[in-house]
């Protein structure tokens, strides 16, 4: 199969080149003139050939033209455009250096127009934001944060605030494929949520893929995150910083060997002892992390990028409780430039994801996490000016620890007990076209094969009926089979395998320069599963891969857009809506106990889940107003049916909300540039209130008050709404590269809405009433915080 | 293990802005169910063989008191055959005083009410000793609290379970499995901020069946503090083992299980 797959690829290739014989390849690498920065998705035009191409995610371009004389446009968001004559004559190689724009201009002009639409491409469903569009959001505490400033776009939302990770298009936390410089992240959040694990300071790019995702992603079903750190100033050596209310950080680059190495190393830490209630103990909650990187360029076809983060959350409440967890990644990447028409990127990813805690009073360690070691090759080939190809494969072999507890010291009564390791080998190859078929019409069409393969060793119990889970018919409830035996498995010996195509296609119309329509399906696999049957997932979740007793999940996607720029790209409106329905996606039955448990396949049910909605983003992108609007109509949902017509399912096999649907969501994000001192910012948002399971009625058992309740998620809690403004202040713009300073000043919940973030219907222990009790998190907050760089 | 869970909702209110305040909020309401509390014990240290059981009805939500249901016939029957017929007192409690029910004697209840029957099956589980009792003033995530240790042996080689019950002003129900302390010394465990010197706490220790063990586990995640939050499991429909057995959709709520318990009470130093 896979042989003839990549027989098709060669074939493909082969086909376009003979076709694309009388031209000649001009490309190069486009870099920011201040720092040696590779810049992405710049603008490379020749107006007269009316053909262009955007540098890829490493700052290279490739264009096919013919012999002659032609000018020459280069374009990016925040620099100067150079317009230049070339002559081509035969294979021509030119790099370009950009200058940011604003040093020399005296008014301020933003343009935002590399964020703004492109409207012939196919691509939809696609969010670009820049480093400097979030810099530029008030965030909670005055942090800027890259997952935050998701959450204003259409389609992404979250659980609630304080809660981990995002929601897109009625996905699921775990279906995000979150990649920082190629490696996947498992866990986006620190202290629970109020922060990502990105430092803004070191983040160059990122893009957001909903949905139309191209065949050179995949492994999660829901969206792709894809987070470019930059390399490192190669010119000079530079230190940035910033000192906030809850968190500091300070970053420092320069040249190893100048203008060919660089480094970057960058940290930040927020205070211990911050989030303390009980003053007179020693507790304390902090999350600190470190991203480097250092690139060196070999010479013009060859270069080479080492890159790693390591992030840590640590809690601790007096000797009794310590809980510690965070990421690690490390990074080897080459890049290579075959014949000037082909790039190709290399990566050798080691990730690691560890959760480990210590509960001194009941005295146990506890250690779980996951490790992988991924090998991927992927290339970029220009075969003319109206057809480019991508191509390469990955392959990604996981060790899951999903725990072991350990006596604390020789008085606990604790035995020491090791739930089985589980391992498993991704692959996947893929290719991608993107197709100029006319003047206006154009595809991206794909397919990837992906395979999975569950290896010893093992040892995985066996059930009667080849049944982990027992419907009791006459209590209605699922109950935990008992195994009946084991089957144990060699080292490597492969357990269960899978295999499945991925086609992707996406189309665009357009009927003039500014308007078109698009419409895209994707299909995607995924082999992993996050266990977890809270309304949020917590770091304690444990990653399981299918196997015997777990499908992986399979998602359709269908999208269709309609996309205009409005007064030459001033303004623009996307509008789209899309349905998606997952397979296989595990939900867990009633009292679930997913700690510790080694036969988790007992407690779970196979369901399925859908989601569908209209979005809409009207945004601003010139001028000293800029901002937009954003609107979100949707519903999630989930269903597990019973097995058999007896069996109920889960409740009671009928659809019900996913815990972050949210029917509404609308934000308005808006900043103003009243002169070169000040800059102004505010976003609202307003959200449907999060699904939610009231009581019905009450009884009494053994004393104690016991609400009945209602289905799952068929209520909901009152509605969210909040803004926040914030206040940049730049004391002096100087045009000397010397010491520069800013001031941040912000304010989260202007009119301090009591949001409920939970409700809790219990009986009050004083008075014996029962009650509803709301949970607000974040009243107003101010904050404030200082920037520098030198 | 569930308690790892409420740590987490301990820290996201650790923020000085976070409050709590009751609310109104408008309920839905249904049909009232019958609810059985039969819980048919033997005391380690008594020869009393008085057993009793309770029925009630599910009320609305608000409501601050449950209706007893008086008018019930109630019987237990032995594997033998042997009828033993519970006569209502008062408030819905209906006593028998001559079953003593053997450990690993699988007994049947019997219910009849409003014309429907209801069934249920359980079996008689022992219970290992209490050891002892200690206190120290480590206790709780904070390790300021004063915590109780009720210390036992776990029998080796089989699966126990166990429940605690703690009695002072409130009522505390802890649940326990053998899956990592199997054969060992080990401990129940209460703690409570507001327990001072002098208070006197009464201690009940049950062996129960897992079937049992699992009912209190759901149960106790929908009561009290434990119900509610974003890193807590979504409230459930807590089914408990009797049966309705003319009128399925009308499935009552509560439990009939029989356990031996050890009790001692404990006056906090």
Not at chain 1, 339 to 361: A, E, M, P, Q, R
Not at chain 1, 624 to 644: D, H, I, M, N, V
Not at chain 2, 5 to 21: H, M, N, R, V, Y
Not at chain 2, 40 to 52: G, R, T, Y
């Amino acid at each position: 199969m896979k042989q003839n797959f990549y027989l098709f690829i060669l074939a493909c290739c082969f086909a376009f080149t003979s076709f694309a014989q009388e031209s000649y390849t001009l490309s190069g690498t486009i870099t920011d003139a201040a720092s040696n920065e590779t810049l992405i998705g710049v603008n490379v035009l020749i107006p007269s050939l009316n053909t262009g191409v955007v540098t890829n995610e490493y700052g290279f371009y490739s264009l096919k033209i013919p012999e002659g004389t032609f000018e020459m446009v280069i374009s990016y968001l925040g620099f100067q455009t150079i317009s230049e004559e070339i002559t081509v004559s035969g294979q021509t190689s030119r790099n370009f250096k950009l200058k940011e724009s604003s040093e020399i201009l005296d008014e301020i002009v933003i343009s935002q127009r590399s964020e703004g639409l492109n409207i012939k491409k196919p691509e939809m469903s696609l969010n670009r934001l820049s480093i400097n569009t979030i810099q530029k959001m008030p965030v909670i505490f005055g942090e800027v944060d890259v997952i935050k400033s998701l959450l204003l776009l259409p389609g992404v939302s979250n659980a609630g605030e304080g809660s981990s990770g995002f929601n897109v298009r009625g996905g699921a936390v775990d279906q995000n494929l979150i990649l920082l410089d190629e490696a996947t992240i498992y866990n986006s959040s620190h202290l629970f949520g109020f922060f990502s694990v990105f430092n803004p300071d070191a983040i160059k790019d990122l893009k957001l893929y909903k949905g139309g995702i191209p065949a050179k992603y995949g492994g999660r079903v829901s969206s792709v995150l894809d987070i470019y750190q930059r390399d490192g100033n190669s010119r000079e050596l530079k230190m940035q910083g910033g000192i906030g209310a809850i968190s500091s950080r300070l970053l420092a680059e320069g040249p190893i060997v100048k203008d060919k190495g660089s480094f970057l190393i960058g940290g930040r830490s927020s205070y211990a002892h911050l989030f303390l209630k009980f003053t007179d103990n020693e507790n304390s909650a902090y999350f600190y992390d470190l991203n480097t990187k250092l690139s060196y360029r070999l010479d013009d076809k060859n270069k080479i990028y080492f890159s790693g983060y390591f992030g840590r959350d640590v809690f601790s409440l007096s000797r009794n409780f310590k809980n510690t967890y965070g990421n690690a990644v490390l990074n080897l990447r080459w890049n290579h430039i075959f014949s000037d028409n082909i790039f190709s990127n290399l990566s050798v990813i080691y990730s690691d994801y560890y959760y480990g805690l210590t509960l001194g009073f009941v005295g146990f360690n506890w250690d779980s996490g996951i490790k992988n070691l991924n090998l991927k090759y992927d290339f970029d080939h220009y075969l003319n000016d109206t057809f480019q190809l991508k191509y390469g494969f990955q392959n990604t072999y996981y060790d899951f620890n999903p725990g072991e507890i350990e006596p604390i010291d020789e008085s606990s009564g604790i035995n020491y007990f090791k739930l089985n390791n589980k391992h498993a080998f991704e692959s996947a190859v893929y290719f991608s076209a993107e197709h100029n078929i006319s003047e206006k019409f154009s595809a991206e069409y794909g397919l990837r094969y992906s395979g999975f393969f569950r290896l010893g060793p093992d040892e995985l119990s066996t059930y009667e009926d080849d049944s982990p889970v027992i419907y009791n018919k006459d209590r209605d409830i699922y109950e935990e089979a008992e195994p009946i035996g084991s089957q144990s498995y060699e080292r490597a010996k492969i357990i269960s395998s899978f295999g499945n195509f991925e086609p992707r296609l996406s189309i665009a119309y357009s009927f003039d320069l500014n308007q078109s329509v698009k419409a895209s399906y994707n299909r995607m696999t995924q082999y992993l599963h996050l266990i977890s049957n809270t309304s949020s997932p917590t770091p304690l979740d444990v990653w399981t891969p299918s196997g015997p007793f777990i499908e992986p999940q399979i998602l359709d996607q269908y999208a269709l857009g309609y996309f205009r720029n409005f007064k030459d790209g001033a303004y623009s409106l996307e509008a789209e809506t899309f349905y998606k329905k997952v397979k296989n996606r595990i939900d867990y039955v009633n009292g679930a106990n997913l700690i510790a448990n080694n036969n988790i396949e007992r407690v779970i049910l196979n369901g399925k889940s859908r989601a569908y909605g209209l979005e809409i983003l009207f945004r601003k992108n010139e001028g000293r107003f800029t901002g937009w609007l954003a609107y979100t109509l949707s519903k999630a949902e989930q269903k597990t049916p019973g097995r058999t017509p007896v069996e109920t399912g889960i409740n009671g096999g009928d659809w019900y909300n996913s815990n972050y649907n949210k029917t509404h969501d609308v934000s308005f994000t808006a900043s103003y540039e009243a002169n070169k001192k000040w800059e102004f910012n505010a976003n609202f948002s307003f959200q449907t209130g999060l699904p939610s399971t009231f009581p019905t009625a009450q009884y009494s058992y053994e004393n104690i008050t016991v609400p009945v309740y209602s289905p799952r998620n068929s209520n909901r809690l009152p509605a969210y709404h909040r803004l926040d403004l914030s206040a940049n202040y730049n004391p002096k713009i100087s045009s000397e590269k010397d010491f520069k300073s800013s001031w941040s000043f912000g304010i989260y919940n202007v009119y301090n809405r009591k949001n409920a973030y939970s409700l809790t219907f219990r009986e009050n222990s004083d008075t014996g009433v029962n009650e509803a009790v709301r949970l607000s998190l974040f009243g107003i907050i101010p904050s404030v915080t200082y920037n520098f760089s030198f | 293990m569930k308690t790892l869970l409420k740590i987490f909702g301990l820290l996201l209110i650790f923020p000085a802005t976070s409050c709590e305040d009751v609310v109104d909020i408008s309920l839905e309401e249904t049909e009232p169910r019958l609810v059985v509390e039969a819980s048919i014990l033997s005391f380690k240290d008594s020869e009393s063989n008085i057993q009793q059981i309770r029925l009630s009805q599910t009320a609305p939500f608000y409501d601050e008191e449950t209706p007893p249901v008086e008018n019930a016939s109630v019987r237990i029957i032995s594997e033998e055959g042997l009828q033993y017929d519970f006569i209502h007192t008062t408030e819905g409690y209906y006593i028998n005083e001559n079953l003593k029910p053997e450990i690993g004697a699988t007994y049947e209840l019997e219910i009849i009410y409003n014309d429907e029957l209801y069934t249920a099956t359980g079996t008689m589980m022992g219970v290992t000793d209490i050891d002892f009792i200690e206190q120290t003033a480590t206790g709780g995530f904070g390790g300021d609290e004063i915590e109780v240790k009720v210390f036992y042996t776990d029998p080796a080689n089989e699966p126990n379970f166990y429940l605690f019950i703690f009695r002072n002003d409130k009522i505390s129900l802890e649940i326990y499995e053998d899956k990592f302390t199997d054969g060992n010394q080990i401990f129940g465990y209460y703690s409570n901020e507001d327990i001072q010197p002098g208070d006197e706490i009464d201690i009940e220790m049950y062996g129960i069946s897992k079937s049992y063990y699992e009912y209190l586990f759901i149960l106790r995640a929908q009561i009290g503090e434990n119900s509610g939050g974003p890193f807590e499991t979504q409230p459930a429909t807590v089914k408990g083992n009797v049966i309705n057995r003319s009128n399925k959709e009308n499935y009552p709520f509560g439990y009939f299980h029989l356990s031996e318990v050890d009790t001692s009470s404990y006056i906090v130093k």
